[in-house]
């Protein structure tokens, strides 16, 4: 029994592992708090958008607006982290989002919203979260004393924003039902005084004196060149962006099937999400609890086909208990994609390209969407939601096939980069070679 206990209490330890570096538990502390407050305010926006307008298109529409800044800034967001300080850009972008959300709520709460207000406001955090996004993504390796413990710090992001995504919905939809929009609005803009403040006690050694960069434009030329004249960063970006074109844009047609199949409201829409974040929440603590990076690639693979067959069994759905259970399964494979995704692109890129590498991760998740998103709503409004997430599932197993039969060429080259870096040795290596090929270890 106490061996069980131990190997459990070694299990937890081992999830958790990052959460031992000071300013690593400040950030995952205010984030947390923070991150429901921001997914209160998306679901919030996504019902108001439709309440008001009662259209799919206008709910693409104004989605598409929110996120299109992702694709334009997203590059000069990363260049920004890669010249600046990311503490004190950070500080200055969880401010600015802050003020949007406290505007959002005057405006509800006074009952002078209308859509366009909506559709500007949302643009305007856009813009912000190009800059935050890429800055936030880089700045973790900077709380870690130890760059080995960077995939599992990755991992618990992504835990602790699906933690978020488990709660602000559901809270989300019980308050647009009981007192309306604008309460989440403001709860948002309240939440982001815990990560500015996580933000403003943190202790982070001098960086010494500052490197001669190049223009902002030419160490933007280097990062497309550096990202995709690389084929494992090339790939893993294309296969990002095409999951999120093509599948991400279920979110956004969430209230039709909320609304519209399942006869439900606010409360049903955030089961739905809710259910989902169940899922993504499972995906991020089992991606915590990986110690290696190795297999990634394979799993990157069955992930992405998780999410487009769960996305093609949602929209012949009707029936909510099988819808949530489906959702489930379409957070859990959404969440591993990305994960894996991102831990794979952070190491193995160089240290002082981190910052636009990862605006160009965010340009293929976020970046997308939008246009999916626009998609998505003009389609739904032709052919019906359900047909929409058919094709959009079917598009997201084909490119998961696609990127399975890259997958041996694109291990072999990143390999030498991971020897190189210690994440993995020679004779290890040697070992995950001969696992592949079906070869028999030496006696």
Same mark, same amino acid.
């Given at each position: 029994?106490?061996?069980?206990?131990?190997?459990?209490?070694?299990?937890?330890?081992?999830?958790?592992?990052?959460?031992?570096?000071?300013?690593?538990?400040? +950030?995952?502390?205010?984030?947390?708090?923070?991150?429901?407050?921001?997914?209160?305010?998306?679901?919030?926006?996504?019902?108001?958008?439709?309440?008001?307008?009662?259209?799919?298109?206008?709910?693409?529409?104004?989605?598409?607006?929110?996120?299109?800044?992702?694709?334009?800034?997203?590059?000069?967001?990363?260049?920004?982290?890669?010249?600046?300080?990311?503490?004190?850009?950070?500080?200055?972008?969880? =401010?600015?989002?802050?003020?949007?959300?406290?505007?959002?709520?005057?405006?509800?709460?006074? %009952?002078?919203?209308?859509?366009?207000?909506?559709?500007?406001?949302?643009?305007?955090?856009?813009?912000?979260?190009?800059?935050?996004?890429?800055?936030?993504?880089?700045?973790?390796?900077?709380?870690?004393?130890?760059?080995?413990?960077?995939?599992?710090?990755?991992?618990?992001?992504?835990?602790?924003?699906?933690?978020?995504?488990?709660?602000?919905?559901?809270?989300? %939809?019980?308050?647009?039902?009981?007192?309306?929009?604008?309460?989440?609005?403001?709860?948002? &803009?309240?939440?982001?005084?815990?990560?500015?403040?996580?933000?403003?006690?943190?202790?982070?050694?001098? %960086?010494?004196?500052?490197?001669?960069?190049?223009?902002?434009?030419?160490?933007? #030329?280097?990062?497309?060149?550096?990202?995709? %004249?690389?084929?494992?960063?090339?790939?893993?970006?294309?296969?990002?962006?095409?999951?999120?074109?093509?599948?991400?844009?279920?979110?956004?047609?969430?209230?039709? +099937?909320?609304?519209?199949?399942?006869?439900?409201?606010?409360?049903?829409?955030?089961?739905?999400?809710?259910?989902?974040?169940?899922?993504?929440?499972?995906?991020?603590?089992?991606?915590?609890?990986? #110690?290696?990076?190795?297999?990634?690639?394979?799993?990157?693979?069955?992930?992405?086909?998780?999410?487009?067959?769960?996305?093609?069994?949602?929209?012949?759905?009707?029936?909510?208990?099988?819808?949530?259970?489906?959702?489930?399964?379409?957070?859990?494979?959404?969440?591993?994609?990305?994960?894996?995704?991102?831990?794979?692109?952070? =190491?193995?890129?160089?240290?002082?390209?981190?910052?636009?590498?990862?605006?160009?991760?965010?340009?293929?998740?976020?970046?997308?969407?939008?246009?999916?998103?626009?998609?998505?709503?003009?389609?739904?409004?032709?052919?019906?939601?359900?047909?929409?997430?058919?094709?959009?599932?079917?598009?997201?197993?084909?490119?998961?096939? &696609?990127?399975?039969? #890259?997958?041996?060429?694109?291990?072999?080259?990143?390999?030498?980069?991971?020897?190189? #870096?210690?994440?993995?040795?020679?004779?290890?290596? &040697?070992?995950?070679?001969?696992?592949?090929?079906?070869?028999?270890?030496?006696?």
């Amino acid at each position: 029994m106490n061996a069980t206990l131990s190997s459990t209490n070694s299990g937890i330890s081992a999830i958790f592992r990052s959460l031992k570096y000071r300013n690593y538990r400040l +950030f995952f502390a205010g984030q947390s708090l923070s991150l429901i407050g921001t997914w209160m305010q998306r679901i919030a926006v996504s019902w108001l958008a439709y309440r008001l307008s009662n259209s799919t298109l206008v709910l693409g529409a104004v989605a598409f607006s929110g996120q299109i800044p992702s694709f334009i800034f997203a590059p000069l967001g990363g260049v920004a982290a890669d010249r600046y300080s990311k503490h004190r850009l950070l500080i200055a972008t969880q =401010t600015l989002a802050m003020l949007q959300a406290l505007i959002l709520s005057i405006l509800v709460l006074s %009952g002078n919203i209308r859509i366009w207000h909506l559709a500007l406001l949302s643009a305007v955090l856009g813009v912000i979260n190009a800059f935050d996004m890429p800055t936030r993504q880089s700045f973790v390796v900077e709380m870690l004393d130890d760059n080995r413990d960077l995939s599992n710090a990755i991992a618990l992001n992504s835990s602790m924003v699906n933690s978020a995504r488990l709660l602000g919905p559901s809270i989300a %939809g019980i308050l647009i039902a009981a007192v309306g929009e604008g309460a989440c609005f403001l709860i948002n &803009a309240i939440s982001y005084l815990a990560v500015i403040i996580s933000l403003m006690m943190m202790k982070l050694a001098s %960086g010494g004196a500052k490197p001669k960069h190049p223009h902002p434009l030419q160490q933007l #030329k280097d990062a497309f060149i550096y990202s995709f %004249g690389f084929a494992p960063i090339r790939y893993i970006i294309f296969l990002l962006a095409l999951i999120s074109l093509a599948g991400m844009p279920y979110a956004v047609l969430m209230p039709v +099937f909320a609304k519209d199949v399942l006869h439900g409201g606010s409360a049903t829409f955030g089961f739905l999400m809710g259910a989902s974040g169940i899922g993504a929440l499972t995906a991020a603590l089992y991606m915590a609890a990986r #110690k290696t990076v190795l297999g990634l690639g394979k799993l990157l693979v069955a992930a992405t086909a998780i999410f487009g067959l769960s996305i093609i069994v949602f929209s012949f759905s009707n029936v909510l208990w099988l819808s949530m259970t489906i959702m489930f399964f379409a957070g859990f494979g959404m969440m591993v994609n990305l994960a894996s995704c991102n831990t794979i692109l952070q =190491t193995m890129v160089d240290d002082d390209k981190r910052g636009r590498v990862m605006s160009i991760f965010a340009m293929a998740f976020m970046g997308m969407v939008p246009f999916g998103s626009l998609i998505a709503g003009a389609l739904a409004h032709r052919i019906g939601a359900g047909h929409t997430l058919l094709i959009g599932g079917l598009c997201c197993i084909a490119a998961g096939a &696609a990127f399975a039969r #890259k997958l041996p060429v694109l291990r072999k080259m990143i390999r030498p980069i991971y020897i190189k #870096k210690g994440i993995i040795t020679e004779a290890g290596s &040697a070992v995950q070679t001969a696992a592949e090929l079906n070869i028999p270890p030496e006696r």
